[in-house]
């Protein structure tokens, strides 16, 4: 599909196969999505023989015109062909490629260059921060051939081949000249394009000397770049489905392993990459490869195992027989409860990666596969997993539930190729949360563009976590798992709500910094609209998605994701660093009338609604404490100024390493379990503020009778506190805080009540936050994490009007240090 806006390529796949995981393609006038080319004209022609569409535009004096064509002869190739010609005065033109965009790499992207072979680099890549001139510079590549191999969780495979066939300036007298040529890879995009002219000083080389004349190049009046791609569609997910089609003359080099997860990485010992092959069921592998040339085979296999092979390609075909590897263990699962199975190496032996895509991707680092995880997730159904690959050692194994369970544990010896069966109890119940029903209302799936998650490796994930709601949130796209819960037969242990998540990426005149991230749901999925419905989120403020989406007939909660980062510094993605249209953070020490805050609370003149008429913020995403504190502060200074707005605690995961429902958002509901769910009531709950977040902790916070987000009448009243907690899930301490000033801290034992009188000398608020000392066990459990809780405000009507008034900002605007920040800003928080 392509669409209208800046002709964007958006779906990309084989007629019948349900294989597409393209995100997008884009041409970028000077590498900048603000600098998309702005589409007027899109046409389409079909003959007996190709189909073309052809889109066409101006964009700073220069006209350009984009042909994608598909023919019978290569029905697995898209032609791509770009002319853009200097017609008048604008903006210099001094390089011109096409953006791919793959987040969390969705796509692995894997280099090459046709011209050179040494400056081949596979799945290695370059550190790259895009915010960084000179990283930027140091990531640039000479290659003229982007392949973005998908996911191999996903059935069937796909892999795309973006080719650079040529590329050249056209100048007015018609001379021709070529055009050196440059890609660019990061975990989210790859960039693959040509300068507009060659640099007066250096040579094909691309370095320093080269990318400081970028500014200077051009093109002159009646001058035109030409550029002419492909991109090859391979029905596998591997690079030798495109480089055996690129190479295609080359000698079939074949054989066979073992092992059919064994992936074989294929170098030239006098040169880089070649190409990466998956092999198939049964073991077979094949790819193409140039006559009389040295090859490096790196076989890496599911346990650890590697070996390196020499082959000298004389002969056509060349079959290599058996490739063998050493043997591995195997330990078999065999649990029919819903479990997470957490395995760690002991002494010399090296806590083990199940699900790698054995890649071994990298920008710098390493950079996990979607299914990539020390552990193994089991829905307690006929089609998990029955057995997994380790290498020969020692491993202590835990079972865990999420917070609400015990764990178990055990400890096991392997030798190589010994099979074992794992004796390990299930968790059992150890806390009650009746009255409570735990939910992540930010999960990501195989429908993001940012994840290759499988939907129903994502359902087994959540039933492992032993949480009950799951909220669909993709970006842009309107999902519901319940069809895949169903199938599993899980629908009596999890209910799912039908959302998405609105993204803001590109940055435009309404919204120079996007309007963020942020969820909505419950959504209509509509199967037959593009992206199933999904709400539009570019080049909009937040306050005119709120208004699309309050006009919908669902009651739907929008959720601002993400609105601060522990790096303190202005992103897109998350809105209270720049406030979409200011460019500055949100000054929580000031009134929300201020210069630059007052965005927040600007109508618009047409639909009246503001920045801040979302209903709820996620005060924790993920294990990142640091920006709990930072949002924390901007939340108490909205509830001083009497905007009240539901604060959530959310998982945001993305890939199976990421544990799902942790954190997550306990809401209060009379119906409690998955059975009788009512979707309305847990909405309506959740938007009163009827709800606390977690790491682990089970909480409970009344005054008097009134719990969060409920209404408590009186001068003075006791505020009962108590925190359960499983065995494996400390705490020790609690807090508590009136209009967001600490009052009282004291220690806390799990299960034990501990009771504050207050007195209250207006209308004001309460909170409440639990913690404790992570030990070794819940770091097994939830590494990266600390037990931790927060409940949402109670509020106090001190003079019994029957109405709440806000307590305001303090006189001068000086607020409480902890509202600014913690006392101690280590991630563990507060202390006495």
């Given amino acids: 599909m392509i669409s209208s806006r800046g ?74 062909t770009t002319e853009l010609v200097r017609t008048g005065p604008g903006e210099a033109l001094f390089l011109f490629g096409d953006l791919v965009v793959h987040g969390h790499r969705s796509l692995s992207p894997f280099s090459v260059s046709t011209v050179d072979p040494v400056d081949s680099i596979g799945f290695q890549h370059p550190e790259v921060d895009s915010d960084s001139t000179l990283s930027l510079i140091g990531a640039v590549l000479p290659i003229d051939l982007q392949i973005l191999v998908g996911d191999e969780a996903l059935s069937p495979g796909i892999a795309y081949g973006l080719w650079l066939r040529r590329a050249e300036r056209v100048l007015a007298s018609g001379e021709r000249e070529a055009v050196p040529r440059l890609g660019i890879n990061g975990e989210d995009f790859s960039l693959l394009g040509v300068f507009s002219r060659a640099p007066w000083l250096g040579d094909e080389r691309i370095g320093l000397v080269e990318l400081v004349q970028i500014p200077w190049l051009d093109l002159e009046v009646g001058d035109r770049l030409e550029l002419e791609r492909e991109i090859w569609v391979a029905d596998r997910a591997d690079a030798a489905g495109v480089t055996d089609r690129v190479f295609g003359d080359g000698i079939l080099v074949s054989g066979r392993v073992e092992d059919p997860d064994t992936r074989i990485a294929v170098y030239r010992t006098r040169g880089g ?44 075909p060349l079959d290599l027989g058996v490739l063998a590897l050493d043997p591995v263990a195997h330990v078999e699962l065999g649990s029919s409860e819903p479990v997470r199975l957490v395995f760690r190496g002991e002494g010399e032996t090296p806590d083990p990666v199940f699900g790698s895509d054995l890649r071994q991707l990298a920008f710098g680092d390493p950079v996990p596969g979607f299914l990539e995880a020390n552990f193994v997730s089991l ?19 835990v079972a865990t539930r999420g917070p609400e369970w015990t764990v178990s544990e055990t400890r096991i010896e392997l030798a190589a190729g010994e099979r074992l069966r794992l004796a390990l109890p299930p968790p059992v119940r150890a806390v009650d949360s009746a009255g409570w029903i735990a939910a992540d209302l930010h999960v990501h799936s195989e429908k993001s563009d940012d994840s290759a998650f499988a939907l129903r490796e994502r359902v087994r994930a959540f039933a492992a976590s032993g949480a009950e709601v799951v909220v669909a949130t993709d970006h842009d796209y309107v999902a519901d798992y319940g069809p895949v819960i169903a199938a599993m037969g899980l629908s009596d242990a999890i209910v799912s709500i039908v959302g998405g998540e609105v993204t803001g990426t590109v940055r435009s005149r309404q919204a120079p910094h996007t309007m963020g991230h942020a969820n909505a749901f419950p959504l209509t999925r509509r199967p037959e609209a593009y992206r199933a419905g999904a709400p539009f989120g570019e080049a909009r403020r937040l306050r005119d998605v709120v208004a699309a989406l309050r006009a919908r007939p669902e009651p739907v909660f929008v959720q601002l994701n993400h609105p601060r980062n522990e790096h303190r510094r202005l992103e897109n993605n998350d809105f209270l660093t720049h406030l979409s249209v200011v460019g500055e953070p949100f000054d929580p020490m000031r009134p929300l009338s201020a210069e630059g805050n007052r965005a927040l609370v600007e109508r618009d003149p047409d639909h009246g609604l503001r920045d801040l008429d979302f209903d709820g913020i996620e005060l924790l995403n993920g294990s990142s404490l640091g920006a709990y504190w930072m949002t924390r502060a901007d939340w108490f200074s909205w509830l001083l100024q009497g905007e009240a707005r539901t604060a959530t605690a959310t998982s945001d995961s993305h890939r199976a390493g990421e544990i799902a429902a942790l954190p997550r958002t306990y809401v209060a509901l009379a119906s409690d379990r998955v059975s009788g769910f009512d979707r309305d009531a847990f909405v309506a709950a959740l938007r009163a503020g009827r709800a606390y977040g977690t790491t682990g902790p089970i909480l409970s916070v009344r005054l008097g009778e009134a719990g969060p987000g409920q209404r408590y009448a009186g001068e003075t009243g006791r505020l009962h506190v108590r925190a359960q907690a499983a065995p494996w899930v400390p705490v020790d301490r609690v807090r508590v805080y009136v209009n967001g000033d600490p009052v009282e801290s004291s220690a806390l034992s799990p299960g034990v009540a501990v009771e504050f009188p207050l007195v209250f000398a207006a209308d004001a608020f309460v909170t409440v936050e639990v913690e404790g000392e992570p030990g070794e066990l819940y770091r097994i459990a939830a590494p990266g994490f600390r037990p931790f809780a927060f409940s949402n405000p109670i509020f106090v009507d001190a003079d019994g009007d029957g109405e709440w008034t806000p307590p305001g900002l303090p006189s001068g605007g000086a607020l409480p240090v902890t509202i600014v920040a913690p006392l101690s800003e280590r991630s563990r928080g507060l202390s006495d």
């Fill in 379 to 397: 829905a307690g159904r006929p089609d998990d997993p029955t057995a997994v690959a380790l290498a020969p050692g020692r491993y202590r194994v």
């Fill in 273 to 316: 990459a070649w190409t990466h092959v998956a092999p198939d069921a049964a073991g077979r592998f094949a790819f193409r490869a140039p006559k009389e040339t040295e090859l490096e085979l790196r076989l890496r296999s599911p346990g650890g195992r590697e070996r390196s092979e020499t082959v000298v390609v004389v002969r056509d």
């Fill in 7 to 80: 002709g964007l390529l958006i779906d990309l796949g084989h007629c019948g196969r349900a294989d597409d995981q393209w995100t997008g393609l884009q041409g970028l006038f000077n590498f900048s999505r603000e600098n998309a080319l702005p589409v007027d004209r899109i046409a389409a022609e079909v003959t007996a023989e190709e189909a073309c569409i052809a889109v066409a535009g101006k964009h700073e004096g220069v006209d350009f015109k984009t042909t994608y064509s598909l023919d019978r002869i290569e029905p697995g190739r898209l032609r791509v």
